[in-house]
């Protein structure tokens, strides 16, 4: 071997992660992807949509009283993933999940599991606000009722009025609960969809870009009660809005073609992306 060859292959040897990072290319996942205090702890998750793998060994916990933003470009699977987090991908035809995924200590993907009650404790909320064709009242306690979570109706009652206040929405509704919730504004309508999540006594709440279709004013009190609601729950928000994920998440993880990039203090991911992709998205480069 020549002076120059010997010379290259040292440089090979010597590159690392990081370095192959820089390059732009996935060499698995780069920043620490445990929490100290995990709500939900997330191993080698993978889906497939019939041939299409979806999520590749992605591993990642979500973190008690944490708020999680999850981003990247369409396509990426982040959906999918928060779909993973309460089984809702078990209703797609043709949609197989493997790894592990457990909820304080559980497996929810326990054979023996029951998918129901696992979406009230993993709550979810949609991108369109979806209230149901009932009345205020009825979507809020329509969950509560469900699961048999009270016992009268002065328990219900209060049950409401609490899981309103909670979404920031009890001042306006207060007089107009008999009314349909589908006649609230559309800021209205994803709080009135936050309030009937919460009812439920979730431990976790996804959020799947629920500000996508809210002007300003209104994404920013959905913003303003995500940070309160942490106090609470564990929150996993997908989000199309860079902006939005440094405003309300403490951790952002970035995903690409269904890997698990990087994941890191959103500070630190939004100012100082370990990883190439992670930066050519965070700057505008692509997605
Ligand atoms: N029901 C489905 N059947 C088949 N393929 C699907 C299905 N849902 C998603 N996919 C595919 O899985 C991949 C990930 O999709 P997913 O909806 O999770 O992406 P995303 O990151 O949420 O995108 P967006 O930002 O556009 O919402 C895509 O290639 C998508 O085409
Ligand atoms: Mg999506």
Redesign the pocket.
């Known amino acids: 071997m020549n002076a120059l060859a010997s010379e290259i292959v040292r440089d090979t040897s010597a590159v690392s992660a990081a370095d192959l990072a820089k390059g732009g290319h996935f060499s698995g996942t780069i920043g620490d992807i445990t929490t100290p205090d995990p709500r939900m702890v997330c191993r080698e998750v993978n889906v497939w ?2 041939d ?1 793998h ?1 999520i590749k060994d992605v591993s990642l916990d979500i973190g008690n009283h944490q708020v999680v933003a999850m981003i ?10 928060l779909r993973c987090l309460n089984r809702m991908n078990d209703t ?1 035809d ?2 197989r999940v493997r790894g592990s995924i457990t909820l304080d200590g559980q497996e929810i993907y326990d054979k023996g599991l029951d998918p129901v009650p696992l979406r009230a404790q993993v709550g979810m909320v949609f991108q369109k606000p979806n209230p149901f064709p009932k009345s205020i009242y009825e979507n809020v306690a329509y969950g509560a009722r469900i699961h048999g979570l009270t016992n009268s109706k002065a328990e219900l009652d209060a049950l409401v009025e609490t899981s309103l206040r909670k979404a920031g929405l009890w001042n306006e509704v207060k007089d107009r609960l008999d009314q349909p919730g589908t006649g609230l504004s559309g800021g209205q309508q994803q709080r009135l969809c936050i309030a009937r999540t919460i009812a439920v006594s979730p431990e976790v709440i996804l959020m ?2 629920p500000c996508s279709a809210l002007d300003p004013i209104a994404t920013a009190i959905i913003e303003e009660l995500i940070d309160e609601l942490r106090e609470q729950y564990s929150i996993a928000i ?1 989000t ?1 809005s860079m902006q939005q994920a440094a405003r309300v998440s403490q951790r952002t993880a970035y ?1 690409h073609l ?1 890997d698990l990039v990087e994941v890191g203090e959103t500070t630190q991911v939004f100012t100082n992306p370990r990883h190439k992709l992670t930066e050519d998205y965070i700057t505008g480069r692509f997605g």
Not at 72 to 81: A, L
């Open positions: 949509y019939g299409k979806a990247g470009p369409s396509g990426c699977g982040k959906s999918t993933f797609i043709g949609c799947d870009e997908v199309h995903f269904g």
